[in-house]
């Protein structure tokens, strides 16, 4: 997969992305340069990538040249745990987009990402991973998935959800488990 903006050798804001939209429209691109018509579609995804894959699912399945068969979300970032400070909160981010690069106090590491400590030391380590968000990239993802929650309904495949066992810092998992009901998946 492609690194996107701000992440990884791609030129931008580090752990900024101004609109997931543009994320999961550049997913659909990559998806359709390399699969055939006739192939069947298993996406998956973890924490921003599951968002991305619902996205898709709900928003731009039609602009996809293959079917999509199911989905695997694992750990999907519907709902961040991290609140923003009060005053934030009252500013509309959008009308000023100054503020959207503002980086936020949350650092992510590799023993919350990952339950290996080898995984989680390379996450650490590794100068291309963006380990923080902006504001602009927490209010994105705290409207998508608000809105994606709302959907859950109306996603008519098989989904797996796969949640990190015991206590996520960053991800809601109550609010995961409430939406694979809504879809119908039973137990999480």
């Not at 990538?49 to 293959?66: T, V």
């Not at 909160?89 to 987009?97: E, F, P, R, T």
């Not at 080898?118 to 996450?123: H, I, M, N, P």
């Not at 949640?163 to 998946?185: H, P």
Request: hydrophobic share 40%; proline share 4%; glycine share 10%.
């Amino acid at each position: 997969i492609p690194d996107y903006p701000g992440h990884g050798k791609s030129n931008g804001t580090r752990g900024h992305l101004s609109n997931l939209d543009f994320l999961a429209l550049d997913l659909v691109d990559m998806i359709n340069l390399f699969a055939k018509s006739e192939a069947d579609l298993l996406l998956m995804g973890k924490g921003l990538g599951a968002l991305c894959s619902f996205k898709i699912i709900h928003s731009y399945h039609h602009l996809l040249q293959c079917r999509i068969k199911g989905s695997i979300a694992i750990n999907p970032a519907l709902k961040m745990k991290w609140t923003i400070p009060k005053f934030l909160q009252k500013i509309k981010i959008q009308k000023l987009s100054a503020l959207t690069k503002l980086k936020l106090p949350f650092q992510i590491d590799g023993l919350t990402s990952s339950q290996l400590s080898v995984d989680g030391l390379a996450f650490d380590q590794d100068p291309l991973v963006a380990h923080g968000l902006t504001l602009g990239s927490f209010s994105e993802m705290q409207r998508l998935g608000a809105k994606l929650r709302t959907c859950s309904y109306y996603i008519d495949l098989p989904v797996l959800i796969i949640l990190k066992n015991g206590n996520d810092s960053i991800f809601d998992q109550g609010v995961s488990e409430l939406f694979a009901r809504g879809l119908g998946a039973g137990q999480v």
